[in-house]
Structure formats: structure tokens, C-alpha cells
T-cell receptor, first 114, second 113 residues
Framework: EPEVTQTPSHQVTQMGQEVILRCVPISNHLYFYWYRQILGQKVEFLVSFYNNEISEKSEIFDDQFSVERPDGSNFTLKIRSTKLEDSAMYFC????????????FGQGTRLTVV | TQLLEQSPQFLSIQEGENLTVYCNSSSVFSSLQWYRQEPGEGPVLLVTVVTGGEVKKLKRLTFQFGDARKDSSLHITAAQPGDTGLYLCAGGEIYNQGGKLIFGQGTELSVKP
């Protein structure tokens, strides 16, 4: 069964360092997303991406964040200068279309900023 | 910003009991999805409902979308220990540009043998 895969599963980084989280969405899906979940809190939307550009982004997704689809299969989230409060589970998701919003999630990357 | 409120937040029941989890909002959603999430893992899609009043069944799980598409419920019949987990509802915003989902805070279900 097709699935969204994310790497790494766990990333520890020092405050101020750049991190890149990687995702391979389901192959025939067109919409890609990043969400995050701080421990004990709700899953929060970060950004959606379609046709090689950002469709929508939340207030959390500031200038320190960027997304890219470098090669037609990978979808990446970059955090330029990590802060302690960026520590969270980051989930990539993909969906076949926008209107159905039936999104399938990866297993997540646990980011720990120390 | 649209919000989804889930209730109850925590539910501890005995094996064989029935339960209902609610997901409510004052806003209309284009669709409503239910996920199950295990600790340290990503949400796993259980069902999507898109039509007001729609009912879907998945074995012992029954999902309903409210007539006005503002609320949803998940009913589990004869709960089993394997049903233990975090259940999340997530709504698709009706005028959404990019397919964003709004998540509820989740219902932590514990089914004791």
C-alpha cells in the first residue's frame, strides 16, 4: 500500500543550526503538506504546496521556514536557524486533490533542539 | 480561524462497552476526517465524510457527519483493548485554498480488558 515516508525519524540539533526534514509523498498525489505537533498539543498546519509553489501557510511558517520539491519525488522542510521552541514532531502529508482533503500522513520526524 | 473541539478528552472504559466521541465546531467544514494516532507515530486515516448527514461504518466503528457539516461523531461498539489510542478529528476548511486541515485536540481512549 502506498505510504508517505519521512527521514530522519529523529533529529537532534543545536540551537541556531539549520535542519532539513525530508519526505517522499505518495507518488500520484499532487498536494503536499507539513504539520507539526508539539508534545501534548494539537497537530498544527504549517504549509501546503501545490504545483511547485506554496498554496497556503500558517503564522508559524515564518521566514525561518522554507519548503522545496527538488526532484519530483522528495518534499523538504528547511528550518534555517532552529530555536528551542521548534522542538516537535513534524509530519509530512500528501493528498490526491484539494477538495477531498483526504490526507495521508508520514510517521513523522522528531526534532529536538538543544 | 475555524476550531474543532473534541469531547471527551480522555475516556477509560472496560472491554465490551460502547462509546461515542464528539467533534464540534461553530463553523462549516467541506469534509471531516477521523484519524488514529499511536504514540510517536503519524496520524493514520480511518475515514473521510463529506456529505451532511453521511454515515460510514468501519467494522465496529460508525462515523457520522452532522447535517450542517459542523460536527461529527465516532461511535465504537463493543470496544476492545486494541482500540486503545488517540483519536483525532480534522476538518477541511470550506473556502480553503490549499487543502489545509484543522485538527481537534484528540480523545485519548483506554480500553481495559
Amino acid at each position: 500500500e502506498p505510504e508517505v515516508t519521512q527521514t530522519p525519524s529523529h533529529q537532534v540539533t543545536q540551537m541556531g543550526q539549520e535542519v532539513i526534514l525530508r519526505c517522499v509523498p505518495i507518488s500520484n498525489h499532487l498536494y503536499f503538506y507539513w504539520y507539526r505537533q508539539i508534545l501534548g498539543q494539537k497537530v498544527e498546519f504549517l504549509v501546503s504546496f501545490y504545483n511547485n509553489e506554496i498554496s497556503e501557510k500558517s503564522e508559524i511558517f515564518d521566514d525561518q521556514f522554507s519548503v522545496e520539491r527538488p526532484d519530483g519525488s522528495n518534499f523538504t522542510l528547511k528550518i534555517r536557524s532552529t530555536k528551542l521552541e521548534d522542538s516537535a514532531m513534524y509530519f509530512c502529508a500528501s493528498s490526491a486533490g484539494r477538495l477531498s482533503t483526504e490526507a495521508f500522513f508520514g510517521q513523522g520526524t522528531r526534532l529536538t533542539v538543544v | 480561524t475555524q476550531l474543532l473541539e473534541q469531547s471527551p478528552q480522555f475516556l477509560s472504559i472496560q472491554e465490551g462497552e460502547n462509546l461515542t466521541v464528539y467533534c464540534n465546531s461553530s463553523s462549516v467544514f467541506s469534509s471531516l476526517q477521523w484519524y488514529r494516532q499511536e504514540p510517536g507515530e503519524g496520524p493514520v486515516l480511518l475515514v473521510t465524510v463529506v456529505t451532511g448527514g453521511e454515515v460510514k461504518k468501519l467494522k465496529r466503528l460508525t462515523f457520522q457527519f452532522g447535517d450542517a457539516r459542523k460536527d461529527s461523531s465516532l461511535h465504537i461498539t463493543a470496544a476492545q483493548p486494541g482500540d486503545t489510542g488517540l483519536y483525532l478529528c480534522a476538518g477541511g476548511e470550506i473556502y480553503n485554498q490549499g487543502g489545509k486541515l484543522i485538527f481537534g485536540q484528540g480523545t485519548e481512549l483506554s480500553v481495559k480488558p
